[in-house]
């Protein structure tokens, strides 16, 4: 519980919600009011220029009605009482209500929430920030004479919701920052580039970087100005945690999403207590993740967090749901109702999503490698729930020889395969543990920012 | 408002410049599953964006140029917001560039007028159309589909005197095909934009999505491969959008150092050996997804000739990056536009190939053009036998792969894509099993 300081629009809205709620549930036998507001900061400072961006803003209620069978919605992109009244009256009229199944509001529930941050973003002035930004990219860009770039960008978002049920009323504060570098470099022919992020619902305490961290964006940058293509095949890999939170995100994270599994788009809906990978397997969706990028305290559908456990020693245990297809199909909900924002409908997202950790040390996950690639760093990754594919492109690859990296660089590097094959191919589980944030998209739509990670692990996949 | 903020930024003296956008957005959202409707949406946004450009003196004495922008909504209090942004932009010190001036704006078309009379009629309609397309084919059940329409309306003043007014409309629909035979299960995903609702010839695209998830089912583990590869339709413009030419060939991108190409340089990395490439930055494209009368800054929309027979033409650009660069202005890239070949679509399509009709996402590195992309669902052709398989990637260089290509000279239409149907890439590589 915290003293939650709202924007003044949305605090004077918030006493007017129970009424609204209650005005719609006399038409509709479930109605909910989610009003958001996100707004933030963008700095960039690289050799060339400097911009200080307002992040377009995103500041509307959402108000919901459900008839039996179909959730009808009013988004309106204000907190003013006069059209958000409006919207709600109109909502009501246009219900008729159809035999199906009941929505259940939850428990009774109401509180406050905040990020705990040591150093609160809006304690600095925007100044103060850019300073903070000009200092790590003075250390950056004088690494290395091949470097014709260093950019250093710092985002802050900070996110305020209410949420308003017959038994629900609740508020969060949300911040969330994220500072990072990157090296362009240039042997006078080709351009590579490098970079490094830190991440977390907190403060600037979680964005400093040391010389050793800088020095390594650097130098990786470098040695892809000689990188090779891999050729395509089966090869033992070793999967540093950010890799393999990218891996266990598209799978067992998109793959688990319960609105797939109400569309069939999900073949996990057919593995239910099924084996689906190596008894070293333990994957976990964690809201309430402490410090994670993507963890929040209820979600936007009024769910409080806690952790779920999606697969258990191989065996798969349960999706990730949001209101509407827990309602349909009958499952306990857990808090990924999520929206990219109030123009938007809320679908089952992940927040934090991540491999446990395991007991063998990294060294020895190196040491069991006679010929192999060392996946460091990911780009990109795009879910197939229904196919069970993988594609997780890496920026590079390091080869490894005899349980030694050995120089010889790879990039880009793509990882494919059988979701159960690469899974089963599981043989250890690194005892370290790391993550990363981003912004995830359900398909190529309706971002929304989330944390993945994981130990390293020793496995086997397709690259190219 | 929109007049209160005008008179605000017009009173300020601290302000070299300034451009401020109204825009209003009205949107209808229907959401379906294998039982029928989930949700219905009713979308409303109104936003004013100021842009402000104030001179600063920098750290050695000169002139330097500082930007700031702030969003208002509608009610909020202006001179607050205004002095947020004037202080942002008195922060940074960057070269002094300017913002466009007057000038005239060209017709585009950008409207479907039924989208905006009609638009919640018209997403029942296309469910409607779906559903009974897709039931023509017992095999295959639709079990997902997406629905969205837009108006936005934006209203735009600068400073210098521009003041200029678009409507644009558009319509998305996406859906899912699923198609089982025992425990096998398959499944494609169609997403379709464009800004008339005529422009999506959904009974079409159930034909071929319809054939497509059914060859799923007897495909088979993806070839060891090199060698031709042919790109089609809303495939080969994904290809084209992925952002390699609009980086490489974008102002801001040299200016950041991130590219190498150079007026009148070749952008290809080795010898050219198949079709030329010509190539149109294209915000004047009709009903182009991208296209606009005027971007963000106030400028008109243009067709840029890009690249010119493999050689880079003009840069894109913003005013700033045009200033910093001394080029000319382009504005925002738009829509792609590529020439069209000689060779029949036919002719490119006789020969044994892989062709590729859907990615997981194609995505390559921007900078190298490096990509190593998992394929959905992919054809050995060999004369009129076509063997589908599913995944793999398909692996090269998007520069390599343009440098020995073969165009259609039959062309087409695909929202964010104006060129051939058809291209036939010499020598790329699955990686298969």
Redesign the interface.
Known sequence: MTDLQLPP?MAALRGELGDIVAGIERRAPYAAVWLSSRQGLTISV?????????R??A??TVLTAFDG??????????F?RT?VEKGALGLAHDISVIAGPGIDPGPERRGDFATSMEIPPDTLS??EK?DRCRDVQRRLRGLDPRI??A?VTYQEISEYAVFRNRVADLGQRVQRVRLMVMA?V?DG?????NWRSKDATGGWEALAYTDGELRQVVDEAIALLTAE?IA??EYTIIAAPIVVGTIVHESFGHGVETDMF????A?AARYLDKVVGSPLVNIWEDPSYPAAFGSYFFDDEGMLTAPTQIVENGIFRRGITDL?SAT?LGIPRSANGRRQDY?R?AYARMSTTAFARGATPVADLFAQVEDGIYLEKW??G?E?P??W???V?CHFGHEVKHGRVTGRMF????I???LPDVLASITAVGDDWDMDGGNCGK??KETVPVSSGGPHLLMKA??? | MFQAIIQALQARTDLAAWTLRHITTRGAQLYAVPAGVEARRVVQDERYIVDVLRHTPGFDGSTTCGTGTVTLLPGDEITAALDTAALTGGLVHNPPHAIPAPAEMPEVALVDPALREESAALLDAAYTQLRQAVAAYPAVRMTAAEFFTDEETTRLCNSRGIDATQITTSMEVEWVLIARDGEREVETFVALSRRRASDLDLGAEVVRRARYTTDLLMATPPPRYTGPVILRDEVLAEFMNSGVIQTLASGAAKFSKLTTWEIGGSVLRGEASGDPLTVWANRQLPYGTHAGRFDNEGLPAQRVALIEANRLAAFTASQRYADYLSIPPTGAFGDIEVAAGTTPAAALLAEPHVEIVAFSWFNPDEVTGDFACEIRLGYVVDGDRRTPFKGGMLVGNVLDALADVRWSAETGFYGDYQGPTTARFHKLTVAGE
Do not use: C, F, W
């Open positions: 629009g690289d050799n060339q220029e400097e911009r200080v961006d307002e377009p803003p500041a509307g069978v179909a959730l009808h919605e009013r988004a309106v992109g204000s003013d059209p925007t100044l850019l014709v770039n950019r362009v240039s022919n080709e351009v590579r580039y293509r395509p095949g109400l569309k069939e788009r073949r509407y349909m123009s409908k780009s990109s795009m197939d229904q196919g594919g993988i594609q492109t990039a880009p590097v793509g494919t395969g059988y398909g190529h397709r690259l190219g």
